[in-house]
T-cell receptor, first 115, second 113 residues
Framework: AQKITQTQPGMFVQEKEAVTLDCTYD???????LFWYKQPSSGEMIFLIY??????QNATEGRYSLNFQKARKSANLVISASQLGDSAMYFC????????????FGTGTRLTIIP | EAQVTQNPRYLITVTGKKLTVTCSQN?????MSWYRQDPGLGLRQIYY???????DKGDVPEGYKVSRKEKRNFPLILESPSPNQTSLYFC????????????FGPGTRLTVT
């Protein structure tokens, strides 16, 4: 069965520092996608970054990068130079064929950026 | 603009009063899905649809119904809502491949008293 684990319920980080949000996953499907979504206090789900299981390089999107370690089944999100607007809930999710193409979500990490 | 729309955004209702939450997407996506979000549990899939007239249960389907008569619409029906269905609901759509992100609607906050 597919599973996503996020072990950090909450994090506090000083503005302008880098932050790493942890995510580990479990699947028996060799083909899968890993996603990170941001949920600000307004409630919408905002797609941040995607990593495919066969991608050789770590994904990057602006200040976001995904530290993909396939052997360890980990897909940590790194936010460089954090900003006050980064304060939000962050969800790691996985999509694979065995899960009927659904997104399996972790329980999320609430990130608070301190000025 | 590519988007997923949901209505209503907020709803307070009473136990047993049937309701429908609408979902529509304009991206010609085959795959549509409903999720509910509860504190400490992340998002869990309720129902999904691979294409028109093709629907199936997700992880938490009890108390819900769906239909997919047109590609763009995927309404969620609560025939007899109960307080344990108080939650934040999201509709999402995508192409049917694991490499594609799912686009989420703005969410519907439902309270059942």
């Amino acid at each position: 069965a597919q599973k996503i684990t996020q072990t950090q319920p909450g994090m506090f980080v000083q503005e302008k520092e880098a932050v790493t949000l942890d995510c580990t996953y479990d699947t028996s499907d060799p083909s899968y996608g890993l996603f990170w979504y941001k949920q600000p206090s307004s409630g919408e789900m905002i797609f941040l970054i995607y990593q495919g299981s066969y991608d050789q390089q770590n994904a990057t999107e602006g200040r976001y990068s995904l530290n993909f370690q396939k052997a360890r089944k980990s897909a940590n999100l790194v936010i460089s130079a954090s900003q006050l607007g980064d304060s939000a809930m962050y969800f790691c999710a996985m999509r694979d064929r065995g899960g009927n193409e659904k997104l399996t979500f972790g329980t999320g990490t609430r990130l608070t950026i301190i000025p | 603009e590519a988007q997923v729309t949901q209505n209503p955004r907020y709803l307070i209702t009473v136990t047993g009063k049937k309701l429908t939450v609408t979902c529509s997407q304009n991206m010609n996506h085959e795959y549509m899905s409903w999720y509910r979000q509860d504190p400490g549990l992340g998002l869990r899939q309720i129902y999904y649809s691979m294409n028109v007239e093709v629907t199936d249960k997700g992880d938490v389907p009890e108390g819900y119904k769906v239909s997919r008569k047109e590609k763009r619409n995927f309404p969620l029906i609560l025939e007899s809502p109960s307080p344990n269905q108080t939650s934040l609901y999201f509709c999402a759509s995508s192409f049917t491949r694991s490499s594609y992100e799912q686009y989420f609607g703005p969410g519907t906050r439902l309270t059942v008293t």
